[in-house]
């Protein structure tokens, strides 16, 4: 697929000036809905890895790839945005991401058929073709999310960007938590492929729709791609994502390789990445411009963003095997217990966004954290006599707790950097966002195995599994109080400092 650039000059005659683009509210619009449908895929999948796990005959640390994949392939393509977002148009990229969306999601949609034109009595191959689908979904799902972050900054008033952030974090946010809900409800009637069945037609309908309506908003620029750079984001954020998804098949003991091999290959290439861009950051083939940490507003809401990600995406992954292994719900009613907390996010964020505008965000990143680690806290306690009420009510606290805490951080984060850090900024939050979502989603899948190996020898499955949940949480729950202590220490010094000018003045 040929894109092409703009110059400045081009973006000034289509109206790109903040505010002063006719047309810009449906742009961003469009842009916002297709990207709710891609990040929805991103946990689509977790209430129907039990059924993929028998029909398939694979263990939970092979299907839980069907969500890892995904995160690990936006995770390497990602940090490719900040490289995209100032060589090419809106409209190529757009084109350029529900394409690839689109071709992933009609081969998940036919992989049993092509599963049995590699091997007609061959389940893994199944698994194989949705595991490439899976990839090329997420290839073109990477590109969405900074695309549109980096309109609403660039094309939206400052004073109005707490309310449109608060409408994106319902992409970043709610998506994912409602996946699990309409897979369950998909899955009750219908077979598993029909979660891409029903999705094809939506991300089509996208795709003719913005070849037709968009057009570029941002100003672009002649960036030159440092490709060794690209080879070293790779390996990683690929490295350390692969061996912390490698952990839950150490403690099934079917490890392919030892896990300390990729995930101090990630390190190490980690390592190397940063001090590559260092070395380009005044150049224009930097892939990352990492001047964007030299902002605190910025590195504290990222540190925060990572840590409350990762209990979500942890959380989202574990309550369907709970519902649907412990307490036997089928995956209609495993999808309706998940319903009102995914409702409930997407009902806050935008109010949220509004007491942004307002408030700003320390009246409300601390209170949202401390509410998110107590919900963990709270899901420590449950176990086979837990009732779908208590269940519902631990998740929507959950919802209230991230709500509270993501909105803001994002558009705080985002909104203080300089104007040309914007697609460097929106890069790196994606892409922190998404090993945040893979580390949570392997980090809560090992410690489960390892939790129900240690259950009591002859337990039955059902106690094996509360007592890998239980440990789960509990993980879950330990970490959540490192952003508790980051998140009182931002406000008790933002406090300070706001004494101390109101003292001078």
């Known amino acids: 697929m040929v894109m092409t650039t703009v110059g400045a000059d081009s973006v000034a005659e289509q109206g790109a000036t903040p505010g002063a683009s006719r047309g810009t509210g449906s742009i961003i619009v469009l842009l916002m809905c297709a990207s709710f449908v891609v990040v ?14 028998k029909e398939l005959d694979i263990a939970a640390s092979a299907a839980q790839w069907l969500t890892t994949a995904f995160l690990l392939t ?73 695309l549109l972050m980096t309109t609403v900054l660039a094309a939206v008033p400052a004073e109005r960007r707490g ?83 490698s952990l839950g098949q150490v403690a099934e003991g079917t490890e ?28 224009e083939r930097v892939l990352l411009d990492l001047r964007v940490f030299c902002l605190p507003s910025f590195t504290v809401s990222i540190v925060l963003i990572v840590a409350v990600m990762t209990a979500l995406f942890g959380a989202l992954i574990i309550l369907p095997l709970y519902l649907q292994q412990v307490l036997e719900m089928d995956t209609f009613t495993t999808g309706l217990v998940m319903l009102p907390g995914g409702i409930l996010m997407g009902a806050l964020a935008p109010i949220v966004g509004r007491l942004y505008d307002r408030f700003g965000q320390q009246p409300l990143v601390l209170p949202g954290v401390i509410t998110l680690s107590g919900a963990l806290w ?42 040309h850090l914007y697609s460097h900024g929106t890069a790196l939050l994606s892409t922190l966002q998404k090993v945040a979502g ?27 599994v ?19 202590a980051i998140a009182s220490l931002a406000t008790l010094t933002h406090w300070r400092r706001q004494s101390k000018e109101r003292k001078i003045a």
Request: proline share 6%; hydrophobic share 60%.
């Open 163 to 245: 309310s449109l952030m608060g409408l994106v974090s319902i992409v970043m946010s709610v998506a994912p938590a409602i996946g699990p809900t309409l897979s369950g409800l998909i899955l009750a009637t219908f077979d598993w492929r029909f979660l891409f069945v029903f999705v094809l037609p939506v991300s089509i309908g996208a795709l003719v729709l913005g070849a037709v309506r968009v057009r570029n908003l941002t100003p672009t620029e002649p960036a030159r791609l440092d490709v060794l750079s690209v080879v070293l984001s790779a390996l990683a954020f690929g490295g350390l994502i692969y061996g912390l998804s």
């Open 74 to 146: 936006s995770a390497v393509v990602v940090p490719t945005t900040g490289f995209l977002l100032r060589r090419y148009t809106l409209r190529a990229l757009f084109i350029t991401a529900m394409s690839l969306f689109t071709v992933g999601t009609a081969i998940a949609a036919v992989s049993p058929e092509l599963g049995a034109l590699v091997s007609p009595s061959g389940g893994s191959h199944v698994f194989t073709v949705l595991l490439v689908a899976r990839v090329i979904q997420a290839s073109g799902s990477a590109i969405l999310l900074p």
């Open 40 to 53: 929805l895929n991103e946990t689509i999948m977790g209430v129907a890895l039990p059924t993929l796990m």
């Open 378 to 419: 709270w899901m420590t306690t449950l176990d086979a006599s837990a009732s779908i009420p208590l269940v519902v009510a631990m998740h929507c606290v959950l919802g209230i707790g991230f709500a509270f805490a993501f909105t803001p951080l994002v558009t705080a984060g985002l909104g203080d950097l300089p104007v």
């Open 256 to 283: 392919v390789i030892p896990v300390w091999i990729p995930l101090a290959g990630g390190v190490l290439a980690l390592g190397s990445f940063v001090w590559r861009q260092i070395a380009l950051r005044n150049t």
């Open 438 to 464: 893979a580390t949570g989603t392997a980090l809560f899948i090992a410690v489960m195995t390892m939790g129900s190996s240690a259950a009591t020898p002859g337990a039955n499955a059902g106690a094996i």
């Open 466 to 484: 509360e007592a890998g949940t239980h440990a789960a949480f509990t993980a879950g729950a330990l970490l959540s109080l490192a952003s508790v």
